[in-house]
T-cell receptor, first 112, second 116 residues
Framework: AQSVSQHNHHVILSEAASLELGCNYSYGGTVNLFWYVQYPGQHLQLLLKYFSGDPLVKGIKGFEAEFIKSKFSFNLRKPSVQWSDTAEYFCAVKTVGGKLIFGQGTELSVKP | EAQVTQNPRYLITVTGKKLTVTCSQNMNHEYMSWYRQDPGLGLRQIYYSMNVEVTDKGDVPEGYKVSRKEKRNFPLILESPSPNQTSLYFC???????????????FGNGTRLTVT
């Protein structure tokens, strides 16, 4: 069965620090990849997505993610985090003809 | 404004008392889905619907029912709630499919359910 694994459950950073959140999936075929963000008390919003083409994807608010097919990874990055980036981040994977599967989530706390 | 509306936002109930959480979308989306969010488990799909009158089980359907009689509405029914159904529930919709490139999921604001 397909699965999505996010290695970090809780990440604490100071403002201006760089961020990288890991996401690995288990599926050998074609996938669509997503990162969603959930700000405190709010619903999930799409941050960025990868479908095909350039494996480096840029999303909103300065976030980017890189798809590395050989490593089955889709890590999320941001060069300099802000306090307003405090949220929970979910990686999600959709296989062709399959369901959208979410990772366990990573809680990011940014200290001002 | 395009949105997915869930009601209620908060609900506290007792074991065995039937309840319904409503979900409505105004975007003419074909696909709708229910998820539950639990700490350390991420979002798990309960049921989904590809279109009117078409519903299918997700990963954790036990103890839940759904119906899709109209395109815009997709209520979640707990016939006999139990404490292990205490969770945060999200309804989501997309134009079609369930998370494809041109048809991303739009989420409701969530319903926090507590079953005592």
């Amino acid at each position: 069965a397909q699965s999505v694994s996010q290695h970090n459950h809780h990440v604490i950073l100071s403002e201006a620090a760089s961020l990288e959140l890991g996401c690995n999936y288990s599926y050998g075929g074609t996938v669509n990849l997503f990162w969603y963000v959930q700000y405190p008390g709010q619903h999930l919003q799409l941050l960025l997505k990868y479908f095909s083409g350039d494996p480096l994807v840029k999303g909103i608010k300065g976030f980017e993610a890189e798809f590395i097919k050989s490593k089955f990874s889709f890590n999320l990055r941001k060069p300099s985090v802000q306090w307003s980036d405090t949220a929970e981040y979910f990686c999600a994977v959709k296989t062709v003809g399959g369901k959208l599967i979410f990772g366990q989530g990573t809680e990011l706390s940014v200290k001002p | 404004e395009a949105q997915v509306t869930q009601n209620p936002r908060y609900l506290i109930t007792v074991t065995g008392k039937k309840l319904t959480v409503t979900c409505s979308q105004n975007m003419n989306h074909e696909y709708m889905s229910w998820y539950r969010q639990d700490p350390g488990l991420g979002l798990r799909q309960i049921y989904y619907s590809m279109n009117v009158e078409v519903t299918d089980k997700g990963d954790v359907p036990e103890g839940y029912k759904v119906s899709r009689k109209e395109k815009r509405n997709f209520p979640l029914i707990l016939e006999s709630p139990s404490p292990n159904q205490t969770s945060l529930y999200f309804c989501a919709s997309s134009l079609r499919g369930g998370g494809s490139y041109n048809s991303p999921l739009h989420f409701g604001n969530g319903t926090r359910l507590t079953v005592t």
